[in-house]
């Protein structure tokens, strides 16, 4: 079931993703597609605090295409702290939400990176390492 908030998400969002009426994913949202009067985000860090199937990874996985779809030319990291949760959920999370139309190339399995037509890249990490969280730069 798809809310008000998540149709006016950006092309990039397929509509295959269910969000389940839970009012943290909707302020979290709603969050997210707050702009200020020049078109900047209203806020510049957002968390999402809830239990297990409390939704995070679905509605981190619409955050993650909603912000790609903003912001050309840029890297975006979903990560996991292990790589089984990492495939079982993560990267099948942001498979639904991605089109395949927006893909500049299909998912690279061996890199776990999907690289997008705005020029853009998405990368999937697990958390295994903690040096891993540091990342480039």
Same mark, same amino acid.
Request: charge should be positive.
């Given at each position: 079931?798809?809310?008000?908030?998540?149709?006016?998400?950006? *092309? @990039?969002?397929?509509? !295959? /993703?269910?969000?389940?009426?839970?009012? +943290? %994913?909707?302020?979290? =949202? *709603? @969050?997210?597609?707050? !702009? /200020?009067?020049?078109?900047?985000?209203? +806020? %510049?860090?957002?968390? =999402?605090?809830?239990?297990?199937?409390?939704?995070?990874?679905?509605?981190?996985?619409?955050?993650?295409?909603?912000?790609?779809?903003?912001?050309p030319?840029?890297?975006?990291?979903?990560?996991?702290?292990?790589?089984?949760?990492?495939?079982?959920?993560?990267?099948?999370?942001?498979?639904?939400?991605?089109?395949?139309?927006?893909?500049?190339?299909?998912?690279?399995k061996?890199?776990?990176?999907?690289?997008?037509?705005?020029?853009?890249?998405?990368?999937?990490?697990?958390?295994?390492?903690?040096?891993v969280?540091?990342?480039?730069?």
């Amino acid at each position: 079931m798809a809310t008000a908030l998540a149709s006016r998400a950006p *092309a @990039a969002i397929t509509g !295959r /993703l269910r969000l389940l009426h839970n009012p +943290y %994913q909707q302020a979290f =949202l *709603a @969050a997210l597609l707050q !702009r /200020l009067p020049n078109g900047r985000r209203a +806020y %510049q860090r957002l968390a =999402l605090f809830s239990g297990r199937r409390g939704g995070k990874t679905e509605i981190g996985a619409l955050g993650v295409a909603t912000e790609v779809s903003t912001f050309p030319y840029s890297r975006w990291w979903v990560c996991a702290p292990t790589y089984p949760k990492l495939h079982d959920y993560v990267i099948p999370a942001m498979q639904r939400v991605l089109r395949p139309a927006w893909l500049a190339e299909p998912y690279s399995k061996s890199n776990k990176e999907w690289k997008l037509k705005n020029g853009s890249m998405i990368q999937a990490r697990s958390l295994d390492d903690v040096n891993v969280g540091r990342g480039p730069g």
